[in-house]
């Protein structure tokens, strides 16, 4: 099964997993619209794509370029048939260093632009009667690991948001949520710890793209590392936070 003749809007393609789903789908016969901050970054994949796609700069913060993206979106496609929210920022972090700052825009990217674009794209496919709208999350959202915080916690909220969403809205909308363990990407090239089964970005984006034609709510890879972290999350918390605290030396 292919993606031909599907409009889907990728926010957060420029680069990592969202640039590598990008190919993926486009290889498949969709017709993507692809978002992210950086106009020349989109411009490149779209030159490398081909120029039926179409890009639409935006900041996912800003609720505006949101709402401005979905009247070019209406006005250029019939349907918009998935929605694909990939945006995320990180730096590596404990409460001890951590800059405030750079938090504030770590949660108005990761989690306040999840709530913009689901605010903003929920009527349109309610509208059609059928869609889908992706949320990706973490398995660092899991569960709270020595030195995760502020983006695991973002990606908490993310999992818990798209979990109400599942319930809240009619079932004719799939809504489905995206928890990738390791993928080497500029992001997780910032850290200094190991990163046990770190998988490419093409072969996430396989992952992604097989599991948005799942009837699964939840996309989760690889499978031996977030079935362990899945475990763990549901421990007791006596046991759970014994062992996390014992990995404090480790991460």
């Known amino acids: 099964m292919s993606f031909s003749g599907e409009n889907i809007w990728i926010i957060g393609a420029s680069s990592g997993i969202g640039a590598a789903l990008a190919r993926v789908l486009s290889a498949q016969g969709a017709t993507l619209i692809l978002s992210a901050r950086s106009k020349d970054a989109l411009e490149s994949l779209r030159k490398e794509l081909g ?129 990738p363990g390791f993928v080497r990407t500029p992001m997780t090239d910032k850290n200094n710890f190991s990163m046990p089964m770190r998988v490419e970005p093409e072969v996430a984006a396989i992952y992604i793209a097989d599991g948005l034609r799942s009837k699964a709510f939840e996309i989760h890879f690889p499978k031996k590392f977030t079935i362990f972290l899945k475990f763990l999350s549901i421990l007791p918390y006596g046991i759970k936070l014994f062992l996390t605290s014992k990995m404090k030396n480790k991460s």
Request: proline content about 5%; overall charge neutral.
């Open 51 to 179: 120029r039926q796609h179409h890009i639409y700069p935006l900041d996912v913060a800003n609720y505006s370029d949101i709402e401005s993206a979905i009247n070019y979106i209406t006005k250029t496609v019939k349907k918009l048939d998935r929605v694909i929210f990939m945006a995320a920022i990180y730096n590596p972090a404990n409460i001890e260093n951590m800059d405030v700052a750079f938090t504030k825009q770590l949660l108005e990217v990761n989690v306040l632009g999840a709530f913009h674009v689901a605010k903003a794209t929920l009527p349109i496919l309610q509208k059609q009667s059928e869609g889908q709208l992706a949320l990706c999350a973490s398995v660092a959202g899991y569960v709270g690991l020595p030195g995760g915080q502020p983006y695991s916690a973002s990606k908490a909220a993310l999992i818990n948001f798209a979990e109400s969403l599942y319930a809240e809205v009619p079932k004719n909308i799939d809504i489905k949520v995206i928890n």
